[in-house]
Each structure stands twice: as structure tokens, then as C-alpha cells.
């Protein structure tokens, strides 16, 4: 009996130290989570940080806020703002977590929720009324023991009517996944659903939006590697009882790492649509981009530029703001015009390489299952003479010389019913110079282009021969050019 009790003092005297051990981690694990979020680049004005954490044995109390300091604490007029914007959490230890959600195994898990208290009573009371006493922003996460980190963030439903108009939303939840210790994948998962709003202007719902935003890697800690998948619908825009606008869309996009260079597309697709303000009517249609051959390194470049920018014109914003650091400035115009000068250079010099860059585009249009209208482009980056230029000499460049960097072909194909009336005329025109195609019920044209040298459905043509066709189809106006009374009186009666 005695060696029983012993056995249970051991086990419960090591479960004790183990949650003491591990809630001394978790402490460790949630400030440094919040000491690597960045608010404002390059800057400490605005931080997150661990104001209190109040350490148990079995869970812990804590409160992140935003604080406000430096320049920007001086502009708020001696107004304190220290503590107004907190999340309170409530971190529950492990190894054997015994949190609201039952028990677990695992570091810790935590319950977050924004803090109201702090905020003005009118405030404070209208954030009351619309979450119906609830916490306006509530979140839960959970950490493994290998790492690993399952988190989500919520928004309370909302259901509020006013003089003004009405809001509605039954579910906004961010659901954050994160596999391992290291900070790739990152996994996050969004649901929208039952959002409406009405006002006098005009009525806007949506009936769901799902998806997902994946980070697979980062490039040098700089560029994100990502997929995309995101799902909507019954999105509807209503004017004066019409609608104006109205769809379910499929939004995919990708970025892939192929060594040197860096690969992607992106897709849209919209069906179910009503959209009777459009040119071209239709029921259905997909937007899509491809793109190749970026250079890797250029766009890693480009993006630590792009930081730096950021990060002075901060400095600058707030400088100019506060009425302090004026003697700087002048060094920061400096440095932004030397940023600058970096950024054109890397783009005209690195980011695509000669024969291999390629973007392409496509659009399609169809109402009623028959297609009304379709665009395919692809052009592939040449350079000149196979080199890339500075930028300067870019700039420099003639449009024969322009021309002479792309090789580019387009394909163009629309229905009949599409075409404005009074252009049916003029396409008949270019019909009779070969510049475009009328099959059944179709017009179609496709076009190669490289250098002076264009292939215009199969025809071979210089670009000089293009411009006289187009100048004899549309001549210039004879006589004089009209005053500026003449031009003023046919505008009345055009209106």
C-alpha cells in the first residue's frame, strides 16, 4: 500500500513539475510570437506587446496590446493610449491541457478574446449592442509538443438595424494551421457566410466565401511561395431595387519555384453572372494569367527595395506629421531616390531573362452556353540583341527598337451578336484589307508580332504597311482645325 502511495506522490509530483516546466515554455513560446510580428516597417512607433502575463500553475493570465510610442505617442496630445487595444488570453499548460474544450495532449492551449473594458463607454456600449455582449474579435489556438500550432480567430455573428441601414453576418472565421516547428507551411482556412448589408445607397450580400491561402516556402525569408483557392457565392449588388452586379467566382492561384526562376498563374472563373451595365453581355467567363521566367533573385531584390521604401516613407510620414526629424529630410529623399534608382535598375537589368520571361492571358465570355467572346495573348521578353539594358538606356530606346524586344501573338474571336451596330461597318473595312476574318457568325484575328515583322492571319505585313492601311481607313480631317468654339458647340450637340 505504502509502495502504491509512493508511486501516485511520485506521478503526481512529476505531473506538477512537468505543467510548472511547461507552463515556463509557454510563456516563452507567446512572447516570442509576438515580439516577430512587425506592425509598422522598419519602426517601433507601433508594437504588439506582452503588457502582463500573470503565470499559475495549471494556466496563466495575459494581456497583448497594441502600444503606441515614440513620434507617434507625441502627436496624440499627451493622450494616453497605453492599454486601449488588448487581447486577453487565458493559456492553459500542458502536458495534460484541461482547457474549455475538454483535455489534451499537448505545450498549451490558449483562449484569446479583445479586450472591451478599456475602450470609451460609448464605445464600449455600441460594440455591446452589435456582438450582443460578446467580444467583438474571440480566438483559440493550440501548440504541440512538436511544434506545431492549430489557431483560429472569429467574429461573432451581427445582426444590427439602424436609421442608417442594416448588417448582417452569421460567420467570419480564420482557421490558421501550422504543421511543424518551422514557420512554413502555413496553412490558413477562411469561411464567410450570411453577409448583408443595406443602406439608402444601395444593398450588397454575400451567401458564402471559403477558401484557403497556403504558404509553402519563403524565398530568402523575403518572397512567399503560395496557393491560393478561395470559392464565392451568391455575391449580388443591388441598386433601386436592379441589379447591378451578381456572380458565384472561383478564385485559384499558385507561385512555384523552379530553381533560378520562379513560376505562377492565376485563375478566375464567374458564373451565374448578371451584369446588364457590361458591354459584352454574358452569363459566365474566366480571367486567367500565366507567367515564366522570373528571375529568382531580382524579385527577392525587389521585394527587400520595396521594404525599405516603405520604410522611409514611413519615417518621412511621420516626420512630417510630428514637425520633428525635419533636418533628416533631406537625407530621405536622398535615400528614396537611391532606392528608386535600385529598382529600376534591378527591373530593367534582372527581373527577366532574354528568351525565357513569358507572360500569357486569356479571357472568355459565353452567354447561354455559346461562346460571345475569347482573347489569347502570349508574349515572350527577347531584349536586345538577347541583352538586357540599364535603364537608362531603356528609356533611350526607339519603337522600333521596343518592338523589337517581344515576341508576341494575339487571338481574337467574337460573335456577331457582340458587335455594336455602328462598328459593323468599319469591321467590314479591315475585312476587305485583310486586318481580321468574318467566318459564319464570327469575327476572328490572330496577329504575330516581332520587330517590324507582323503575321496578321497568315498575311505577312510590316508595321508600316499596318499604319498606311489604318490612316487610309480613317484619314485624318481635311481644312483647318476647328476653334476651340466650334469643338465646345459640337460637344452640345453630341450631348
Not at 519615417?315 to 506629421?321: D, I, K, P, Y
Request: proline content about 5%; hydrophobic content about 45%.
Amino acid at each position: 500500500m505504502k509502495g502504491l502511495l509512493a508511486l501516485v506522490l511520485v506521478l503526481v509530483l512529476g505531473w506538477l513539475g512537468a505543467t510548472w516546466y511547461v507552463g515556463m515554455r509557454a510563456e516563452e513560446l507567446v512572447r516570442s510570437e509576438v515580439a516577430n510580428l512587425e506592425l509598422l516597417p522598419g519602426r517601433d512607433d507601433i508594437v504588439l506587446d506582452v503588457v502582463r502575463y500573470d503565470r499559475g500553475l495549471f494556466s496563466s493570465q495575459a494581456d497583448t496590446c497594441l502600444v503606441i510610442q515614440g513620434d507617434l505617442a507625441a502627436m496624440a496630445g499627451g493622450m494616453d493610449l497605453a492599454g486601449a487595444l488588448c487581447m486577453t488570453s487565458t493559456i492553459f499548460h500542458g502536458p495534460l491541457i484541461l482547457s474549455e474544450d475538454g483535455v489534451s495532449l499537448g505545450l498549451a492551449a490558449t483562449r484569446d478574446a479583445f479586450d472591451t473594458s478599456t475602450l470609451p463607454p460609448q464605445g464600449k456600449a455600441m460594440l455591446d449592442e452589435i456582438f450582443k455582449g460578446r467580444s467583438p474579435l474571440e480566438g483559440k489556438s493550440y501548440y504541440g509538443f512538436d511544434g506545431s500550432l492549430a489557431a483560429t480567430l472569429e467574429i461573432p455573428p451581427v445582426d444590427v438595424e439602424s436609421p442608417m441601414g442594416n448588417l448582417q453576418l452569421k460567420q467570419f472565421t480564420v482557421d490558421m494551421v501550422r504543421p511543424s516547428a518551422s514557420p512554413y507551411p502555413l496553412n490558413s482556412y477562411f469561411t464567410v457566410k450570411g453577409f448583408h448589408t443595406e443602406t439608402p445607397k444601395g444593398t450588397v450580400s454575400l451567401d458564402s466565401l471559403t477558401g484557403s491561402m497556403d504558404v509553402v516556402a519563403m524565398l530568402d525569408d523575403e518572397v512567399p511561395l503560395t496557393n491560393a483557392n478561395f470559392t464565392s457565392k451568391g455575391f449580388r449588388y443591388v441598386q433601386n431595387e436592379l441589379t447591378l452586379l451578381a456572380f458565384d467566382a472561383i478564385l485559384q492561384a499558385n507561385s512555384q519555384d523552379k530553381g533560378a526562376v520562379l513560376n505562377g498563374s492565376t485563375g478566375i472563373w464567374l458564373d451565374n453572372m448578371q451584369a446588364p451595365l457590361l458591354p459584352v453581355p454574358m452569363d459566365s467567363a474566366y480571367i486567367g494569367m500565366d507567367f515564366e521566367g522570373i528571375d529568382k533573385a531580382a524579385l527577392v531584390r525587389l521585394n527587400r527595395i520595396s521594404r525599405e521604401l516603405d520604410e522611409v516613407q514611413t519615417a518621412m510620414a511621420l516626420s512630417a506629421m510630428s514637425g520633428e526629424g525635419s533636418g533628416d529630410i533631406n537625407q530621405q529623399i536622398d535615400r528614396l531616390q537611391s532606392l528608386m534608382d535600385d529598382m529600376m535598375s534591378v527591373l530593367s537589368e534582372k527581373l527577366l531573362k532574354p528568351g525565357d520571361s513569358t507572360i500569357s492571358m486569356k479571357m472568355l465570355a459565353d452567354l447561354d452556353g455559346k461562346r460571345q467572346f475569347s482573347f489569347d495573348s502570349k508574349a515572350r521578353y527577347l531584349g536586345l540583341e538577347g541583352k538586357n539594358l540599364p535603364f537608362q538606356e531603356f528609356m533611350l530606346l526607339d519603337e522600333q527598337q521596343l518592338n523589337a524586344m517581344l515576341d508576341m501573338t494575339v487571338h481574337l474571336d467574337v460573335a456577331d451578336a457582340v458587335i455594336p451596330p455602328p462598328l459593323v461597318e468599319t469591321l467590314h473595312a479591315y475585312e476587305e484589307q485583310g486586318l481580321i476574318l468574318h467566318e459564319g457568325e464570327r469575327w476572328r484575328g490572330d496577329i504575330n508580332a516581332r520587330g517590324e515583322t507582323l503575321l496578321i492571319n497568315g498575311q505577312a505585313m510590316t508595321v508600316t504597311e499596318v499604319k498606311a492601311l489604318l490612316d487610309q481607313l480613317h484619314p485624318a480631317p481635311e481644312g483647318d482645325a476647328l476653334s476651340m468654339d466650334e469643338e465646345a458647340l459640337m460637344e452640345m450637340e453630341i450631348d
